[in-house]
DNA sequence: ATGAAAGCGCTAACAG
DNA sequence: CTGTTAGCGCTTTCAT
């Protein structure tokens, strides 16, 4: 009799493929079989096993699986933070594709190691899951190093890798940015300033080059001044739109280079007393739930964040399944959406 | 030589403890010992191990150290999704207070596994992590007894257990409420209506508990009409707010049973073509950072979500550190936050 | 103070 | 189709 002489009635402590195995009167290695669905097994012996594992109330060691050189199930979602509401959007996506699949996610913020993610990099390649979602705006470049040595498999959130290596998906940055101008200049305005995010973001990057070419293509003069950096935070977007409420020649649309800094704008303007969008146009880009939330609601472009995560998922899935699979690039459309904060330019 | 024959100097594969035991002249239960700070270890044995650890670029296993019964220095927080504010809040806060320990975090969503939660917590207690934070409004009782079976370290977020076996932290939920609508009062509003949480979460009862107290305190006849039930999402706020606005004697102020639904009430009010507050006050409960982006800013009752995060995380550490400690719980202050939303009823 | 050896729960050849 | 046998990387007695 095995150490766990119990009455085989419920567990009284952690029950193993070992149990399974002596309860149902084949070896473990049968057991595994079973469990990890392996086809050449008798059918009577698979029922058998999965009743018993059942009955005794299985849950599979994953820590022991994974050190076995099995799989996890679990994929992994890294990100910077989760206080900006982009990102939350992208975490639900991806948790919405996984419901699909039988894998699990697990999230880990990194916001607190300023760069040092690649720590977080190297346990995951020491297998605490199968695959990686990156969402992280800055990347060093370390990492991406790592995962190709590794051959692990990942995708990229949003985000650009030179080489052509990796998994991406992405929206149209420059395309939205260039039809969300549009959409200002249609309306009549001239003077339209744009909030841009950090250069060392490649989508800010692309949004800043969207506005530019739109204004260029409808031959409107640049003012680099009307240009102001910000870092995609809300406050960033207060302090920019002082700047440029300061100017004597103030704007009469802005184009905030994410919605978070559009409501930055919105309070520097409230603040000024001035309205919007009677005074002052304003449109974002992202559409994060709180762009319903705030008054007036704000027009702004679309890029299906949620999509990004779910399609992030099904791509490294992919991936998963058929390593050899070359690295893709899929990159959604994005959509102006009209609402309450763009009205066009009279007089003036 | 061993198997990992290369000149000793970049790792060209996973780096173990075997390899840095090779390199350092010791056994690797040894270089295990100093890893783990065992005390008696000779000192220039210590120093060797460390140097040698770190040129090699040593990264621990968390599976095999787990399987074999160690720690994995993580710590779980299950939460049912991101989705609305009030989590992120007590998981920004949580992730802080991990800063200063050697703690990291993984997050578990489980909102499509509707009361399976438990899987979760099976293969929690499988040691995928050292402890838990329990951030689940609705729960099902099967978890605790899993835990308390098991001894496994968690504390329950906002969330009460009868059996006074868990470490709770929360916040003061009914004091909370009876503020809120005293506040109200005191600005001469007696018919306040109160959206409610779903009864199934103790909050939402004891926030209702406070409302009905405060009420019969300045003895102001109850009108059950006045009270109605959502969900604690945006959309039951606005339904229920139609509702309210629909009745022939129509409250002069309500207090939604958190934020979003506060929100919910805003979008319904604005609809009819009422304003907030001149014709009608609302004030919410939870002070989640979206109520400073709406306009007019939310009056709220702030309980920090942030702070119940990192004493939550406090609690989990100093209960994995000692395990005989006795369950314990925190009540935070909440405290009623005066912004744009509520002013003073005239006339009627 | 340190080495040897057992074993955590599981997967994956390798035999039959 | 199924059992046997190695480990995966690490912690932990038990010796020395």
Redesign the interface.
């Known amino acids: 009799m095995s150490i766990n002489n119990n009455s085989s009635h419920k567990q009284s402590h952690?029950v193993t493929i070992v149990d399974i195995a002596e309860e149902s009167g084949v070896s473990y290695s049968t057991v595994s079989r079973v469990l990890n669905g392996y086809e050449f097994v008798k059918d009577s012996t698979r029922q058998r096993v999965l009743a018993t594992a059942d009955r005794l109330g299985y849950?599979?060691?994953?820590?022991?699986r994974?050190?076995a050189g099995g799989k996890t199930n679990i994929i992994g979602i890294l990100v910077p933070?989760?206080?900006n509401g982009y990102i939350?959007e992208i975490?639900?996506g991806a948790?919405?594709a996984?419901?699909q699949s039988n894998y699990?996610?697990?999230?880990?913020?990194t916001?607190?190691f300023e760069g040092k993610e690649s720590?977080y990099v190297?346990?995951f390649y020491?297998?605490?899951c199968d695959g990686l979602i990156l969402v992280i705006p800055i990347m060093h470049s370390t990492y991406l190093d790592l995962l190709h040595q590794e051959q692990f498999p990942y995708v990229l959130v949003d985000q650009n890798d030179k080489t052509g290596a990796s998994n991406i998906v992405d929206s149209t940055n420059w395309q939205g940015a260039y039809d969300a101008t549009s959409y200002l200049i249609k309306l009549g305005h001239r003077k339209i300033a744009h909030i841009s995010g950090l250069s060392e973001i490649g989508s800010a990057l692309d949004r800043r080059d969207g506005y530019l070419s739109a204004m260029t293509d409808h031959n409107i003069p640049l003012n680099p001044d009307y240009i102001v950096v910000g870092d995609f935070y809300?406050p960033s977007g207060y302090e920019a739109t002082e700047k440029l409420l300061d100017m004597v020649d103030r704007p009469t649309a802005i184009f905030a280079g994410n919605d978070l800094m559009a409501?930055g704008a919105?309070e520097a303007i409230?603040q000024r007393g001035l309205r919007i969008p009677e005074d002052i146009s304003v449109i974002g880009f992202d559409n994060i739930?709180?762009a319903l939330?705030?008054?007036p609601k704000l027009t702004t472009v679309r890029q299906s964040l949620e999509q990004m995560g779910r399609v992030a998922v099904k791509v490294l899935l992919e991936q998963i399944e058929n390593p050899e699979r070359p690295p893709r690039r899929i990159t959604l459309a994005t959509q102006v959406v009209e609402r309450d904060s763009c009205r066009a330019y009279i007089g003036g």
Do not use: C, E, W
Not at 104 to 109: D, E, I, R, S, W
């Open positions: 952690k849950v599979a060691n994953i820590q022991a994974s050190l933070g989760l206080d939350g975490v639900r948790d919405l996984l419901v699990n996610m697990v999230l880990y913020t916001h607190r720590i190297k346990s020491n297998h605490l809300q409501f919105y409230r739930p709180q939330i705030v008054y």
